[in-house]
Nanobody
Framework: QVQLVQSEGGLVQAGGSLRLSCAASGRTFSNYMMGWFRQAPGKEREFVACISWSGGSTTYADSVKGRFIISRDNAKNTVYLQMNSLKPEDTAVYYC?????????????????????WGQGTQVTVSS
């Protein structure tokens, strides 16, 4: 059984930084792309970032491009989301996600329906 366990989030002031982590267990982590999504109150879940299993490809939502960095450490079965220059509109519950099937080394996906396993969610609140 695949499990994704996320780190705690927190409250941060606008302009601040926060790093989220997501530890995977239950299968070989290195063969799968990983994604981060978020859901703000009253809104649908939206794509944030994705990283290929090789780590050689990444993609970001326009709203976070240049501020967020996704990375992974396959030896530790962990994916990270470094969030810089945070804005109040970044306030949301953040989720890491993994697909059911292995992908090619540079595959990416921004679609939530292509992810099967989800972390428990982490609240990130950015104050103005």
């Amino acid at each position: 059984q695949v499990q994704l366990v996320q780190s705690e989030g927190g409250l941060v002031q606008a302009g601040g930084s926060l790093r989220l982590s997501c530890a995977a267990s239950g299968r070989t982590f290195s063969n799968y792309m990983m994604g981060w999504f978020r859901q703000a109150p009253g809104k649908e879940r939206e794509f944030v970032a994705c990283i290929s299993w090789s780590g050689g490809s990444t993609t970001y939502a326009d709203s976070v491009k240049g501020r967020f960095i996704i990375s992974r450490d396959n030896a530790k079965n962990t994916v990270y989301l470094q969030m810089n220059s945070l804005k109040p509109e970044d306030t949301a519950v953040y989720y890491c996600a993994a697909p059911k099937y292995a992908s090619s080394p540079f595959s990416l996906s921004t679609y939530s329906h292509q992810y099967t396993y989800w972390g428990q969610g982490t609240q990130v609140t950015v104050s103005s």
